[in-house]
């Protein structure tokens, strides 16, 4: 929802982005949330947001761009349920891939995507704006995966 733009660009900047750039602000996130091609589902404990995912769907693929959880209501099943959740809603729209970057350092990250079935495809090692290239993991929704990467 609209409403919740600033506290996800809150979050986004404090728990998911690196470095003193800002680059999910309110505006971006805003802006986001009003494409139609965009879901962004929050998890709420209450009356506060515990989590929230922001997904752009395209033809046959879509890309997580951003997931978070409060670290107060981490480990509760957050994450998971709202991964599940968008995956879902792929999977009605016919889109068999799901796609997102993770930073190299943030090996608990990394394993929480692979616990859900994603793959690392590729790495980037032209860096970003920390000097590192993210990991590009996938998820193939219709396909068990078979090996350890998706190529």
């Known amino acids: 929802m609209p409403r919740d733009a600033t506290k996800i660009a809150t979050m986004a900047r404090d728990l998911v982005e690196r470095g003193p750039d800002w680059e999910w602000t309110e505006q971006r996130v805003r802006a986001a949330i009003h494409r139609k091609d965009t879901i962004a589902p929050v998890a709420c404990v209450g009356n506060a947001m515990a989590g929230f995912g922001l997904i752009r769907v395209g033809f046959d693929q879509a890309h997580l761009d951003l997931l978070a959880v409060r670290p107060g209501r981490r480990k509760m099943g957050i994450g998971r349920t709202l991964v599940e959740w968008l995956e879902q809603s792929m999977l009605v729209a016919g889109v068999g891939i799901v796609r997102v970057e993770?930073?190299?350092?943030?090996?608990?990250?990394?394993?929480?995507?692979?616990?859900?079935?994603y793959r690392q495809w590729h790495a980037d090692p032209a860096g970003t704006k920390t000097g590192t290239g993210p990991l590009h993991m996938a998820h193939d929704l219709w396909c068990p995966p078979v090996m350890d990467e998706v190529r």
């Open 102 to 117: 993770v930073q190299p350092e943030r090996h608990e990250v990394q394993a929480f995507f692979r616990n859900l079935g």
